[in-house]
Every structure is written in structure tokens, then in C-alpha cells.
């Protein structure tokens, strides 16, 4: 514990007289020329030890300091919470990757393949259509499609749903559209069935018409076809949720009549998931 001091003007104890006076001249304020501050005349000074500082805060700052340090231990919890959910996640993600690994081995899974046969077309008479002045062509242009799927896989079969659509499309106006049968098709299984697109008051502009009449001429009529069918996939006695099969072809035709034989045709397959 620091020493205890006594006021300026008070005398030491067991002092005499004489010391009392010469304590008190010896405690009289320094000359100006000091720069230590001096305390003004009875006024104690008391040294207090840092560690008794700063092991007990003041009453004003004891709240700050709780506070503080329930922030520190509610902070722990939450970090953990945090650290036992990305690790929750990360082993979840290693046992989907394990078990399609699995999944491949096993069934060995391909996708499958589509592709037009056939395309014939009525309700479209483009030798009438180029003798018109008309500025405005409309027609109700009938399109039967004749589609191969196949599905190359020995142990998953497919079901074709209902909502399905297909789509006959030349240079960006729908001139037809229509569904697909619902059906299962087996594993190894080619499929061809034939489907009927209809349109109605479809209005072809005089440019659409004389390319559509100069294309027929020339013998080559490119056409888009687009199908989009629901399907599920069967996996022994279990089955998917609904995925979305996108089929889209680039035909090309050499005339729009019943006997047309296509020329080229090129399709992609992609599928949405969700």
C-alpha cells in the first residue's frame, strides 16, 4: 500500500515546534521556475495500485462491462451453430455425389434420342398465294409430324405425360402448333408415332409471303420445330419427379404440300430439371 500523506498544513507527528516550522517551510509551493504541477494546499493525494484499476471498474462503466461480456459468450454458440451446419452440408454434398456415382455404375444411364421423319403439309397453297395483291396473307396451315424417340438404356423407361407441345415455326411466326400422345416407353425401346399441328387465322405478311414463295421455288423451306413434353423416369419400381424434355429441330423442306420430303434436318436435346 502507497504512503500515507498529510496535508500541507498540518504538522508531522511526534515532531517538535521547530520541525513544524521547518516542515512547513519545506512544503510551501515550489518557485515558478518548477514545472510539476502543485496541489493546492489541503488536498491529499493517494496512490491506488493499476491492478486494482482495472480489476474493478467504476459503478458508471460496470454496465458497459457486462454487457461486453455477455456479447462475448453469446457469440460462441452462434459460431458453433455456424460451424456444425457447414459441416452438416459438406458430408451431405459427398454422400449425393457418392450415391450418383453409384447410380451411374449401376444403370449406366444415357440420354435419348429424337429425331423428325416425316413432315406433310395442307391448307397452305402458296402458288394461290403468289397471285394475290393482297398486302396481308391469312391461312390455317395443317402440319402432320411424324417423330422417332428412342430410348437407348436397358434399365430406365420413360413416361411421356400430358401438357406437352409441339411447335412448327418459319422465321419466327408460329404457323402451327399441337401435343404428343401420353405414353411409357420401355427401356431399349424406338418409339414412332405421328402427331397433327393446326393453325388458325395465321396472318403472313407480304414480305413473309414472298419469302415463303421464293423459298418454295428455290426447293428449300427451312421450318423450326420445337417440342417441350413432361416425362418421369423410371428406375426399376421407382420413379423421378417431372423433368422437361426440350426437343428443337431445324427442318428444311423442299415444298409445303402433302407429298414434302424433308431435306436436312438437324435437333438438339436438353432437358430442365426443375
Not at 406433310?120 to 396481308?136: D, H, I, P
Not at 424406338?190 to 428455290?218: C, D, H, P, W, Y
Not at 423450326?224 to 421407382?238: A, D, H, W, Y
Not at 409445303?256 to 436436312?264: F, P, R, V, W
Request: glycine fraction near 6%; include cysteine.
Amino acid at each position: 500500500m502507497a504512503d500515507r500523506v498529510h496535508p500541507h498544513n498540518s504538522p508531522l507527528p511526534g515532531a517538535d515546534e521547530t520541525s513544524s516550522e521547518t516542515s512547513e517551510t519545506t512544503l510551501k509551493p515550489s518557485t515558478p521556475d518548477s514545472d510539476k504541477p502543485v496541489p493546492p494546499p489541503g488536498t491529499y493525494v493517494i496512490h491506488i495500485p493499476k491492478d486494482q484499476v482495472y480489476r474493478v471498474p467504476p459503478p458508471e462503466n460496470a454496465r458497459r462491462f457486462q454487457s461486453l461480456t455477455r456479447r462475448k459468450i453469446n457469440r460462441r454458440p452462434c459460431c458453433l451453430c455456424l460451424c456444425w451446419l457447414l459441416g452438416l452440408l459438406v458430408v451431405f454434398l459427398i454422400l449425393v455425389g457418392i450415391a450418383a456415382g453409384i447410380f451411374y455404375l449401376v444403370f449406366k444411364p444415357e440420354s435419348p434420342n429424337y429425331s423428325i421423319d416425316a413432315i406433310t403439309v395442307s391448307g397452305l397453297n402458296l402458288t394461290a398465294a403468289a397471285a394475290t395483291t393482297t398486302s396481308v396473307l391469312t391461312v390455317s396451315p395443317e402440319f402432320d409430324v411424324t417423330v422417332r424417340a428412342d430410348n437407348p438404356n436397358d434399365k430406365i423407361g420413360i413416361y411421356y405425360r400430358k401438357d406437352s407441345s409441339v411447335e412448327v415455326y418459319y422465321s419466327d411466326v408460329r404457323l402451327c402448333n399441337g401435343v404428343l400422345p401420353v405414353f411409357y416407353q420401355p427401356s431399349n425401346n424406338v418409339t414412332v408415332f405421328r402427331t397433327a399441328l393446326k393453325g388458325s387465322g395465321i396472318e403472313l405478311t407480304g414480305t413473309m409471303k414472298n419469302s415463303l414463295v421464293q423459298a418454295q421455288k428455290q426447293g428449300e423451306v427451312p421450318l423450326e420445330l420445337k417440342i417441350r413434353v413432361p416425362v418421369k423416369i423410371k428406375v426399376g419400381s421407382v420413379k423421378t419427379w417431372t423433368i422437361t424434355v426440350k426437343v428443337d429441330c431445324d427442318i428444311t423442306v423442299d415444298k409445303l404440300t402433302a407429298d414434302a420430303k424433308i431435306i436436312s434436318k438437324d435437333c438438339d436435346y436438353g432437358v430442365k430439371l426443375w
